[in-house]
């Protein structure tokens, strides 16, 4: 089914959310349509935050509203649908469009794949009727579910569509993009050459599988597998949540400099999370934010990122050091002061978007991956 088609059976002119790959050719639907227009469309911080707008627009149109998210941010929205959106609260009918990830019978990503399993319970347990589309329901089936979601809806119910992959298709060329020159990969590069044998936890999506192939370069091919990878905490999971996990590495391993690399994506998730780090301000972590002002591992949707100054909220929030930095020699020397500094640093590096096509995944598994981590960490 084409995204123009499903988003015209929706019947809704108001889309929020955070970006999903099962998603792309509605989001990218939504771009070529709205762009990033407040009236129709906001990508949302987190998916609770996609929720919360939801809600407003309701309170301020009387309309229904739609919320698109990975099914992985279903645990996002708990608390806002069960306390605010459900009908024994305030009423509020809304739509969930979820990209179901992990799959069962569909192989996929080891941190999909629990929430594959529960993807459809976990609604349903929160009151929520679910319909499922696939690449060949038709446009009669969609419409029909939503013709039995109206009685619901107008109950101040909420109700889900969950898309399998493959499921919505859309011709129309979207490009996303930025002015800036440095490479991600080798922004990676450059880190792992002064981090040296500290140990560093890294966000989800491709700055995860880049660190992982970086260290595979020929300089370490004399290295066995544990000792070119047991340094680093891959979180290919846990949008947000890295910087919260060096934080308490670092409190609990003062004796080692701790680094971790996050994205603009996910720092904006749970951004409460700086504030936790600077309030505790250790003195051996190093946070690094790589922005490219995109979503990227998930289709290159924009983020708000590119419009706010990062290094101004990190002091704001505690932190003693914060720099920004746009190419190599000057992210080199912030790389040695923020090794060589006995106090909590963040270096925001302002990338480019785009990585290689044929970039690949860690080859060992998560549970290779804690293991290995934690045997380093204990030396």
């Known amino acids: 089914m084409t995204a123009e088609k499903f988003a015209e059976i929706l019947g809704s002119d108001f889309y929020t959310g955070v970006p999903d790959s099962q998603l ?36 301020a149109t009387g309309k229904v509203p739609v919320v698109y998210m990975q099914n992985s941010g279903e645990g996002n929205i708990i608390n806002p649908l069960a306390s605010l959106l459900n009908d024994k609260v305030y009423a509020i009918p809304t739509i969930f469009v979820i990209g179901w990830r992990g799959e069962p019978g569909v192989h996929d990503e080891p941190q999909h794949i629990y929430q594959g399993i529960v993807t459809v319970k976990l609604m349903e347990d929160m009151d929520v009727k679910t319909f499922v589309l696939s690449s060949d329901t ?13 009685n619901l809806l107008s109950a101040g119910k909420q109700v889900a569509i969950v ?30 050459r002064v981090t040296g044998d500290d140990p560093v936890v890294s966000t989800t999506g491709k700055i995860s599988r880049e660190l992982f192939e970086s260290r595979e370069l020929p300089e370490n091919a004399g290295e066995d597998a544990y000792t070119k990878h047991c340094r680093d905490f891959l979180t290919v999971g846990s949008m947000g949540h890295c910087s919260s996990i060096a934080l308490a590495v670092a409190i609990n391993k003062p004796e080692k400099k701790v680094w971790c690399i996050d994205g603009d994506g996910a720092m904006l998730m749970h951004m409460g999370a700086m504030a936790v780090t600077g309030a505790n301000r250790p003195s051996n972590m190093v946070h690094i934010i790589i922005n490219n002002s995109a979503h990227e591992t998930v289709g ?80």
């Open 24 to 59: 792309k050719a509605l989001c990218n639907y939504l771009m070529s349509r709205y762009g990033i227009d407040a009236k129709h469309h906001i990508i949302a911080a987190n998916e609770g935050n996609a929720a919360a707008l939801a809600a407003g627009y309701n309170l």
């Open 163 to 192: 898309i399998r992959k493959g499921a919505l298709s859309f011709d129309g060329k979207v490009k996303y993009g930025n002015d800036n020159s440095m490479n991600r990969e080798e922004a990676i590069r450059h880190i792992i």
């Open 300 to 379: 290159g949707m924009p983020t708000v990122a590119g419009a706010l100054d990062v290094t101004a909220i990190a002091k704001a929030c505690g932190y003693p050091n914060a720099v920004t930095v746009d190419n190599y020699d000057d992210l080199d020397k912030a790389l040695e002061a923020a090794r060589d500094k006995n106090e909590l640093s963040l270096i925001e590096i302002k990338c480019q978007v785009g990585a290689r096509d044929d970039l690949g995944r860690p080859t060992t598994t998560a549970l290779e991956n804690k293991e290995n981590f934690m045997k380093f960490l204990a030396k």
């Open 138 to 150: 038709t446009e009669d089936e969609l419409k029909a579910a939503m013709k039995e979601f109206e």
